[in-house]
């Protein structure tokens, strides 16, 4: 009689995915410069705090984004977390082969990451650490600078779809 224990079966990549979606996450925008100063920006939910002191956060990206070598070679970046009548732009920064930031208002923040107007918090970031783990890269941020919006109502990402309002009941 052998001791090893039963081969589980493989995980289903679209059941977890589906699993995933049942936790309700805020939407941000990263944002970032390339070393010719190329605006970069891609729609993320993987945002998550790491620690008060020193103040860090973290969020994630695939291995295969076209934007990964301007995030991982980049000396700082934005965490725009969006407030709900931003939800076009999340859109916009989720979308492929187009000029993401025609027509959007900026200002340069900390290392000239570019920070959108209207944001419901902010969080300005040099790029402190970034560990390979499965298909994604995670990017753990130093804070330098944050700000965030009084009243704002966040943009919420739940089950495949935004949500500008929680539903009650």
Request: hydrophobic letters at 45%.
């Amino acid at each position: 009689m052998s001791d090893a224990a039963p081969a589980m079966p493989a995980l289903d990549r679209q059941h977890f995915r589906s699993a995933l979606g049942m936790f309700a996450t805020g939407v941000t925008i990263i944002t970032a410069r390339d070393p010719s100063g190329r605006l970069v920006g891609l729609t993320a939910n993987s945002f998550n705090s790491v620690s008060l002191t020193p103040p860090l956060v973290l969020w994630s990206l695939s291995r295969q984004a076209g934007s990964l070598p301007v995030f991982a070679a980049g000396s700082h970046y934005a965490i725009n977390i969006l407030a709900a009548e931003q939800m076009p732009l999340a859109q916009r920064f989720a979308t492929r082969d187009i000029d993401r930031f025609a027509g959007v208002a900026w200002r340069e923040g900390a290392g000239g990451a570019p920070v959108l107007e209207g944001a419901a918090a902010v969080f300005e970031c040099a790029n402190r650490s970034q560990y390979e783990e499965g298909d994604h890269v995670i990017f753990v941020g130093e804070v330098e600078l944050c700000s965030a919006r009084a009243g704002a109502t966040p943009l919420i990402f739940h089950g495949g779809r935004y949500f500008t309002e929680l539903p009650i009941g």
